[in-house]
């Protein structure tokens, strides 16, 4: 098992004035942190569903990545700026420290939030709801630990951003 540890976000928020959607996460996970970017495990279904509902081809690369997001004017960070956490694991996180997402708000005009996950959306409505003045949506997890949701589920309900692009 993985030790506690005290983790601070290494990577700003990707974002420009274009984009429409906000997609949130809770705080990287130590293959996004090696990475250097969002949703870096191998198995994390992220980018795979993304692509799929983006009707793109599988980004390899993080500049790829980054490529496609932009094209589709979406915008990705993490809802934590700190916390103290045991590997990837967001029931363990205790000691929250919110990243300012008003640096995103301000700069784009932003039409929809998005959680991966619960923890992610509990903490946006804990920490950012109020400031930001916008409900998040909650879709499931694209972790490999949330190995009971099936790939359809995931693309049926990460299909709902397009609503808003």
Same mark, same amino acid.
């Given at each position: 098992?993985?030790?506690?540890?005290?983790?601070?976000?290494?990577?700003?928020?990707?974002?420009?004035?274009?984009? /429409?959607?906000?997609?949130?996460?809770?705080?990287?996970?130590?293959?996004?942190?090696?990475?250097?970017?969002?949703?870096?495990?191998?198995?994390?279904?992220?980018?795979?569903?993304?692509?799929?509902?983006?009707?793109?081809?599988?980004?390899?690369?993080?500049?790829?990545?980054?490529?496609?997001?932009?094209?589709? *004017?979406?915008?990705?960070?993490?809802?934590?700026?700190?916390?103290?956490?045991?590997?990837?694991?967001?029931?363990?996180?205790? *000691?929250?420290?919110? *990243?300012?997402?008003?640096?995103?708000?301000?700069?784009?005009?932003?039409?929809?939030?998005?959680?991966?996950?619960?923890?992610?959306?509990?903490?946006?409505? /804990?920490?950012? /709801?109020?400031?930001?003045?916008?409900?998040?949506?909650?879709?499931?997890?694209?972790?490999?630990?949330?190995?009971?949701?099936?790939?359809?589920?995931?693309?049926?309900?990460?299909?709902?951003?397009?609503?808003?692009?």
């Amino acid at each position: 098992m993985a030790k506690t540890e005290t983790v601070t976000h290494e990577f700003g928020p990707f974002y420009d004035h274009d984009s /429409r959607v906000l997609i949130l996460g809770s705080i990287p996970s130590p293959k996004s942190r090696e990475q250097g970017f969002y949703y870096g495990h191998q198995r994390n279904r992220f980018w795979t569903v993304m692509a799929d509902i983006l009707d793109e081809d599988f980004p390899e690369t993080v500049e790829e990545r980054k490529v496609m997001l932009s094209s589709h *004017n979406i915008a990705l960070w993490d809802v934590l700026a700190s916390c103290e956490i045991r590997g990837a694991d967001d029931s363990s996180i205790r *000691n929250p420290k919110a *990243n300012d997402l008003r640096r995103i708000f301000d700069a784009a005009d932003i039409t929809a939030v998005f959680a991966t996950g619960k923890k992610a959306a509990a903490l946006y409505d /804990r920490f950012c /709801r109020s400031t930001c003045g916008m409900d998040v949506i909650c879709l499931p997890s694209t972790s490999p630990a949330n190995c009971g949701c099936s790939y359809e589920r995931l693309r049926m309900e990460y299909s709902r951003i397009l609503e808003y692009l």
